[in-house]
Structures are given as structure tokens and as C-alpha cells.
């Protein structure tokens, strides 16, 4: 499994040779060894890719994200074949039971909030209401918990007038980060042979992503938790790098200090194994450090 994100943000030829990543642009002519991406990210319009190159990503189960005009990612490849898939595993997804899949999306959502509290905390911000709706927390958070703190703690990061749906800097580089979660947590789905379209809680036959829409929501902080501690007035090329590296962010999964991505598989895989009746127990605890990121935009473009 790769390690590097590769962003291209300029016009360019992309090709694959000798098992290697070909990238020549006006300043000449790079190459990156195959076996050392997770994933390529196309932020321009302008980029020629063979398709040779495109097959190898395929194979190798690299991401490629593609944006639109506006910088926003909207859409990413995903092959025909993961890494290992048998019909025996998939028998089990489909026959995943629905006291697992109830008790996990507790966990879930009850590992979000403590993670919201956290950034919040970190950002001088006042917590008590958003702690008394994780105590609030039910099995399978049928009281939509998640959602409700969401309409408190987006405004005390952001300012009291503040809305996910308005136009600005903020919601541009959240759902930007977001996307590179989404493809991060999707590639560990595939690569351990499940399916991304069969939900434990998303249910929407319009995404078919809905297994990583599920298992990426306690990583989602993570991101919020990098924004805030950047100072930016427009959604540049500095901010989308950062966001692309704020997955080598080194965090707390339960307990152990680790890289954002790293993590990220690791408890893809736990969440698998437990819905599967591999494991009877699993816990979900994301930790950040004392101190919010200020250098990402720093040393990194």
C-alpha cells in the first residue's frame, strides 16, 4: 500500500512506464515510483492522462480524484475488482446483523461528538451543550443526536451566523477535506473486498458510497480540527495541499499516536471484522494533540 498523495495542479501529461508514474510538465519530467501512491489528485482541467496509467491505478487500487471549476472534488475511480473479494465475505455484508450494525453506528456517532468536543474545546470554545447531547446519546442514535450538534458546533467554530450551506473559504476547504476522507476511507473499504454501497446507517441509492459515508464520521473532526487552525481568506492551492496532507496528521486512535491515515485503515478494518463477527468488541477513540495544527501551510507547498 502507497504512502504519497500526488496533486497536479498544472498542465500535464501523465503516463506509466516501467512501473512508474510519468508527470512531464513545462519544467520537465518526473517520475514516482507506482508502488509508492495511495492516491492522485487532478485539480486541473488541463491534464492529459494516458490510459495506461489509468489501468495501473486500477490495478493497484489508487485513488484519482478529479475536481471541477470550482476546486471541489466530484468524483474518484473505483475498479471493477478490489484487492481480494470472495462471495463468501459478501455473503456475510449482506447478512450483517442489524444489532452490529445498530451498536456500531453508536459507537460511531458517539466517537464524532467526543472528537467535535475536543476541536471545540481546543478553540476556546464553550462545550457544555454539545456535552449534554452526547450524554443524550441512544442505541443507534435514533434521537439524531449527530445532527443536532452539528447545528451547535459549526457556529462556535466559525462564527454565531455560520451555515454549512453558505458559500465561503470555510464550507470550500471542509468539503474538500471531506472528499479526501471519503476517498481515503473508500480505498480501505475495497481494498479489504467489501462493498462501499451497503450502508450501516446511509441508506441513499443516489451514493454509492454509503459504507464510507458511515465509517468516515469520526475522522471528520480531524479535518475541522485542521481548518481552524489555519488563518486563509480565500480557498487557494496552499489550503487544498494542506488538506490533501493533513491525512499524515499525527493523531491518537485509541491510544496509540499514529498517522490520520494510517488510522484510518486500521479501524476500517476493526469496524469490517466486527460487523463480520470477527471481533466481539471494538472501541473508537480519536485524540488530537494539545495544540491546533498552525504550521500545515507551512514547509508543504
Given at each position: 500500500?502507497?504512502?504519497?498523495?500526488?496533486?497536479?495542479?498544472?498542465?500535464?501529461?501523465?503516463?506509466?512506464?516501467?512501473?512508474?508514474?510519468?508527470?512531464?510538465?513545462k519544467?520537465?519530467?518526473n517520475?514516482?515510483?507506482?508502488?509508492?501512491?495511495?492516491?492522485?489528485?487532478?485539480?486541473?482541467?488541463?491534464?492529459?492522462?494516458?490510459?495506461?496509467?489509468?489501468s495501473?491505478?486500477?490495478?493497484?487500487?489508487?485513488?484519482?480524484?478529479?475536481?471541477?471549476?470550482k476546486?471541489?472534488?466530484?468524483?474518484?475511480?473505483?475498479g471493477?475488482?478490489?484487492?481480494?473479494?470472495?462471495?463468501?465475505?459478501?455473503?456475510?455484508?449482506?447478512?450483517?446483523?442489524?444489532?452490529?450494525?445498530?451498536?456500531?453506528?453508536?459507537?460511531?456517532?458517539?466517537?464524532?461528538?467526543?472528537?467535535?468536543?475536543?476541536v471545540?474545546?481546543?478553540?476556546?470554545c464553550?462545550?457544555?451543550?454539545?456535552?449534554?447531547e452526547?450524554?443524550?446519546?441512544?442505541?443507534?442514535?435514533?434521537?439524531?443526536?449527530e445532527?443536532?450538534?452539528?447545528?451547535?458546533?459549526?457556529?462556535?467554530?466559525?462564527?454565531?451566523?455560520?451555515?454549512?450551506?453558505?458559500?465561503?473559504?470555510?464550507?470550500?476547504?471542509?468539503d474538500?477535506?471531506?472528499?479526501?476522507?471519503?476517498?481515503?476511507?473508500?480505498?480501505?473499504i475495497?481494498?479489504?473486498?467489501?462493498?462501499?454501497?451497503?450502508g450501516?446507517?446511509?441508506?441513499?441509492?443516489?451514493?454509492?458510497?454509503?459504507?464510507?459515508?458511515?465509517l468516515?464520521?469520526?475522522?471528520?473532526?480531524?479535518?475541522?480540527?485542521?481548518?481552524?487552525?489555519?488563518?486563509?481568506?480565500?480557498?487557494?492551492?496552499?489550503?487544498?495541499?494542506?488538506?490533501?496532507d493533513?491525512?499524515?496528521?499525527?493523531?491518537?486512535y485509541?491510544?496509540?499516536?499514529?498517522?490520520?491515515?494510517?488510522?484510518?485503515?486500521?479501524?476500517?478494518?476493526?469496524?469490517?471484522?466486527?460487523?463480520?463477527?470477527?471481533?466481539?468488541?471494538?472501541?473508537?477513540?480519536?485524540?488530537?494533540?494539545?495544540?491546533?495544527?498552525?504550521?500545515?501551510l507551512?514547509?508543504?507547498?
Amino acid at each position: 500500500m502507497g504512502w504519497r498523495s500526488i496533486i497536479i495542479g498544472q498542465h500535464a501529461k501523465i503516463t506509466h512506464s516501467a512501473h512508474m508514474m510519468v508527470v512531464q510538465t513545462k519544467d520537465g519530467i518526473n517520475e514516482i515510483p507506482m508502488d509508492d501512491i495511495a492516491k492522485v489528485l487532478v485539480e486541473t482541467t488541463q491534464a492529459m492522462i494516458s490510459s495506461d496509467f489509468m489501468s495501473a491505478c486500477l490495478q493497484r487500487n489508487i485513488k484519482v480524484i478529479f475536481v471541477d471549476r470550482k476546486y471541489q472534488p466530484i468524483g474518484e475511480t473505483v475498479g471493477y475488482q478490489p484487492v481480494a473479494r470472495d462471495y463468501e465475505l459478501l455473503e456475510r455484508q449482506f447478512l450483517w446483523p442489524s444489532e452490529r450494525r445498530e451498536q456500531l453506528w453508536t459507537r460511531i456517532t458517539h466517537a464524532k461528538i467526543e472528537s467535535q468536543i475536543k476541536v471545540a474545546r481546543l478553540n476556546g470554545c464553550p462545550v457544555q451543550e454539545l456535552e449534554s447531547e452526547l450524554e443524550a446519546i441512544e442505541v443507534n442514535d435514533i434521537s439524531n443526536r449527530e445532527a443536532v450538534v452539528a447545528r451547535k458546533y459549526f457556529p462556535l467554530l466559525f462564527g454565531k451566523d455560520f451555515s454549512r450551506r453558505q458559500e465561503n473559504q470555510y464550507n470550500a476547504a471542509l468539503d474538500y477535506g471531506y472528499a479526501v476522507l471519503l476517498a481515503e476511507t473508500n480505498q480501505s473499504i475495497t481494498e479489504n473486498g467489501y462493498l462501499m454501497e451497503l450502508g450501516i446507517h446511509h441508506q441513499n441509492r443516489a451514493n454509492r458510497f454509503n459504507l464510507g459515508s458511515d465509517l468516515m464520521e469520526p475522522f471528520r473532526p480531524v479535518i475541522d480540527y485542521w481548518v481552524t487552525g489555519q488563518k486563509f481568506t480565500e480557498f487557494n492551492r496552499q489550503v487544498r495541499v494542506g488538506l490533501v496532507d493533513a491525512m499524515h496528521t499525527v493523531i491518537k486512535y485509541n491510544g496509540i499516536e499514529m498517522l490520520t491515515q494510517n488510522a484510518v485503515r486500521q479501524y476500517v478494518r476493526e469496524c469490517l471484522d466486527y460487523l463480520s463477527g470477527e471481533r466481539d468488541e471494538i472501541e473508537v477513540k480519536v485524540e488530537f494533540k494539545d495544540e491546533v495544527p498552525n504550521h500545515a501551510l507551512n514547509g508543504h507547498v
